[in-house]
Structures are given as structure tokens and as C-alpha cells.
């Protein structure tokens, strides 16, 4: 932890009058728990709070109490601009370019970019609402019983309900602190880890049905006719790739995804020890985790799978 870095972060947050908080297109759990703890502890503290998704919240995590403030589009003008949970300032969406560079960059990738005028990346935390738990309070910010919901929720779904590899008893102390202050985390795990809607389930049923094993990779595609097909609302994978990363006797999971704009999301999983995904995603210029990484590829479905999967062979020699 770098006390410099956090000290002045604590002086622009200070000073801060209107504020503009951002995550990553496609947001999960982190992104918005992330987003809406700190702008939550913001309004609290008395600050002119936006907080944005350029996708909106899905309808997974809208039972997080204050998530209908968050907009699609920022409205105007801020003498603070703060992204959380991206690894590259491309990730926030075309709505920010004017935007660059921002003030604050708060982020746990350790392919993060350092692209703000301050930066704190702290790639040994589980989540960026772990980051968050830990420098709220030093900043001078409570957490609330909401605030508290929505960071456990970040920390929750990044870590699979603690079951990734990096878990530590720090992530352990951290949930606890969070659930001290009344938030139901069974509740929390249900709504946000197992259940699904009926589209979505029979999304994954495409998903599931299009699996293929080759080489130590296991990979499933969801194309976009599957998504009319089946009515599901989103643009991501229904967090199918936790899923596949269940799946025994395999290095690594892939899910390929569609997009209307001609070009393919794509989640790798790292599902044996030794194995880091994050240069892959890297090589497409993508991010993430040693454990867990993604990447958004232009180009035709055939065309981006034939490629990742080689580029995946080639990097991790399988």
C-alpha cells in the first residue's frame, strides 16, 4: 500500500465539490458494488455525487439499495472524475474520452495501466471493493449498512463466494467488517452468485450445449442469434464462464460472445495451478487477473475463436 498515494487521494476526495464516478462497460458485481460504496460514502460525506454505467445495472444487482441512482451517461460538469475496477480507461466507455485522463484511478488488475493522475492499484486485494473496505474509513468515509451491501457484493462475486485461488484471510476480515454492520450475506450470495432469471438459464443451456474440450481448454460460444432466441437481455455471458470453470480435467475455460457490432467478448479462466490467463487477454488488449481475465476482440465469431484459441496454445504452451 502506497501512503503517499492514498494521503493525496484523501486531499483531492477533501476538496472534491462534484464528483464523477465510473466502472467498466459490462459491469459485474465488483464494478457496481465498487461504484455505488464509494459514491454512497460520497453523498454521505456531503458531496455532489454522478455515478455511471454506461450499461446500466443489471437486473441481478438492482436489489442493491441506492442502484437506481446510477445513470447510463454522465450529465455534466466535475472537478473529479474517479474510475473504479478498470484495468484500461478504454474499458469505461466512448461516453468518457473527454473525460481522459481521470483524477482518481482505484483498480485491483494487475494489468492495470496506471492511467490517472493519481493511481491506486493494489493487485494483491481480491476485489476493488476489498481496496475500498480497507481505505473508506482512512478517507474519512463511513460505511453504512448500504455501502456495506454493496461492497461485500464486489468482494463476494469477484471471488466466486471465496472461491478463487487468491482468497486470504484478509478477504475473510474484510467480509466480516462488512457484515458487522448488519448486511445479510447469505442473502447477498443468493441474489448475486445463483439465481437466475428464466432467460438466462435457458442461455446457459446454449452456452452449455455448445461446449467443446481441445488441447487442455474447455470453451463454450454464445452467438447472438442464442440470445434472441432465448430473450436474454444482456451483452455478457450470464456469468457462464463460472460455469465452465467448474468443469473438471481442463487448464483452462474460454466463453466466446457475440456482439452486434461485429466484434466477440471473450472470458478466460485459469483452471490449473500454475497457469496466468491475464497475458492472453493482454496480447488482445484486454486485462485482468492471473486467475481470471477478458478481452473484447474485433472481428467475425469464427474468425476471433480460431485466433484466441491459437494465440491461448502459443502463450501457455499447451
Known amino acids: 500500500m502506497d501512503k503517499q498515494i492514498t494521503g493525496e487521494i484523501k486531499a483531492r476526495l477533501a476538496s472534491a465539490n462534484k464528483i464523477l464516478i465510473a466502472a467498466h462497460v459490462r459491469p459485474d458485481g465488483d464494478a457496481i458494488g465498487s461504484v455505488l460504496g464509494l459514491g454512497l460514502a460520497l453523498r454521505d460525506a456531503g458531496k455532489s455525487v454522478e455515478m455511471v454505467l454506461v450499461d446500466g445495472v443489471p437486473s441481478s444487482f438492482r436489489y442493491l439499495e441506492g442502484s437506481e441512482l446510477i445513470k447510463k451517461e454522465p450529465s455534466g460538469e466535475y472537478d473529479t472524475f474517479i474510475t473504479v475496477d478498470c484495468a484500461d480507461f478504454k474499458r469505461v466507455g466512448k461516453s468518457f474520452e473527454t473525460y481522459f485522463p481521470p483524477d482518481i484511478n482505484i483498480d485491483h488488475h494487475k494489468t492495470n495501466e496506471k492511467f490517472g493522475k493519481l493511481n491506486l492499484i493494489e493487485a494483491e486485494e481480491v476485489a476493488t471493493a476489498a481496496i475500498l473496505t480497507n481505505h473508506l474509513p482512512e478517507w474519512g468515509l463511513s460505511i453504512t449498512k448500504p455501502i456495506a451491501a454493496a461492497l461485500l457484493t464486489g468482494i463476494l462475486t469477484d471471488t ?20 458487522e454492520t448488519g448486511v445479510d450475506m447469505p442473502e447477498i450470495y443468493m441474489k448475486s452468485l445463483v439465481r437466475k432469471t428464466f432467460p438466462a438459464a435457458k442461455y446457459w443451456g446454449a452456452g452449455l450445449s455448445s461446449l467443446e474440450s481441445k488441447h487442455g481448454i474447455v470453451y463454450g460460444t454464445l452467438t447472438l442469434a442464442d440470445r434472441k432466441l432465448t430473450g436474454y437481455s444482456g451483452n455478457d455471458d450470464a456469468d457462464l464462464i463460472n460455469m465452465i470453470s467448474a468443469i473438471d480435467g481442463s487448464k483452462v475455460g474460454m466463453v466466446f460472445v457475440e456482439q ?9 479462466r485459469a483452471l490449473a495451478p500454475g497457469i496466468d490467463v491475464s497475458p492472453i487477454a493482454k496480447h488482445f488488449n484486454g486485462g485482468g487477473h492471473a486467475a481470471a481475465a477478458g478481452a473484447d476482440i474485433q472481428g467475425s465469431l469464427s474468425e476471433i475463436k480460431a485466433e484466441a484459441i491459437k494465440i491461448t496454445r502459443e502463450l501457455l504452451n499447451l
Open 160 to 179: 466466486l463466494g471465496f472461491r478463487t485461488s487468491n482468497i486470504t484471510p484478509e478477504a475473510m476480515r474484510q467480509a466480516a467488517t462488512l457484515m
Open 260 to 268: 452486434s457490432d461485429n466484434h466477440v467478448k471473450i472470458s478466460w
